[in-house]
């Protein structure tokens, strides 16, 4: 990344973090003022992104699940409208780091302990309904965390029933409909040998059509098969492409959306 003074010193423009589209749902691209006045006028619902910093094999940069998360979750806010999305939630387990388990075997990845991460969700879920957010959608991008964060959605509506204000909406399809429909349609198109349980061609599909920055193609494709010494897990990530990542995420994209539109329907 080239960093902001070595931009103004060859008469570069600075980066643009919060660009026209990005601005209409990221909430760190607004002010508490502008986010004040959305919320009186009417704007209630809050995507809480999910994704996990982890290695992905050799050819796949490790913030992967981070920028499909960042990404996806715009877009499905975009669709929803009236919606904002809070900052991307980078840590999760990843597994022990004494000894080293788990994702943590690998250089990269960063994990933190159930309970911490527990800790977290419950304080940005608690802070976003302060502020009057009604419908918090916990919205996970990794498998390794799904049945945590149903149990936390479940914990926290618990404990706010008796005031009635917000509910937490745990989207388990966004995350689920990769190894069902997806892979369904893997198959379908030739790739079931291909299909594994991570950096596979599934994952490295979906980030090639969210930001193929992340993947690298060239040394990819001229790979031998990888294994779970290189820390693909399953299957086969050579012949992954753009256009098969689309399909999957438009997938997710549309699951989420139906679900937190269905959702908040039940519950205007």
């Not at 931009?7 to 986010?35: K, M, N, Y």
Request: glycine share 12%; aromatic share 6%.
């Amino acid at each position: 990344m080239v960093s902001v003074q070595a931009q103004a010193e060859d008469g570069g423009e600075h980066p643009s973090v919060c660009s026209p589209a990005t601005r209409q749902v990221e909430l760190a691209c607004q002010s508490w003022t502008e986010i004040e006045a959305a919320l009186k006028k009417g704007v209630r619902t809050v995507l809480l992104p999910v994704g996990g910093t982890e290695q992905s094999g050799p050819y796949m940069a490790v913030g992967k699940h981070n920028v499909r998360a960042y990404v996806l979750a715009d877009e499905i806010a975009r669709r929803l409208g009236n919606a904002f999305v809070a900052p991307v939630i980078a840590y999760v387990p990843e597994g022990s780091t004494h000894p080293r388990t788990g994702h943590m075997r690998f250089a990269g990845t960063l994990s933190i302990p159930p309970a911490v991460f527990a800790g977290l969700m419950e304080g940005a879920a608690e802070s976003l309904r302060a502020q009057g957010f009604t419908t918090i959608v916990f919205l996970g991008d990794h498998g390794g965390y799904q049945t945590q964060l149903a149990s936390l959605a479940a914990k926290l509506n618990k404990r706010w029933a008796k005031g009635g204000t917000a509910e937490v909406l745990f989207v388990g399809a966004y995350y689920d409909v990769i190894a069902g429909k997806y892979a369904d349609y893997l198959r379908q198109q030739g790739h079931g040998v291909a299909l594994g349980k991570h950096a596979d061609i599934s994952d490295t599909s979906l980030m090639l059509a969210v930001d193929p920055s992340l993947v690298r193609e060239g040394l990819l494709r001229q790979a031998e098969k990888p294994d779970s010494a290189d820390g693909v897990y399953g299957g086969d990530p050579r012949q992954a492409t753009a256009e098969l990542g689309r399909v999957g995420t438009a997938m997710q994209v549309q699951a989420a959306v139906e679900a937190i539109s269905s959702f908040n329907r039940r519950h205007p």
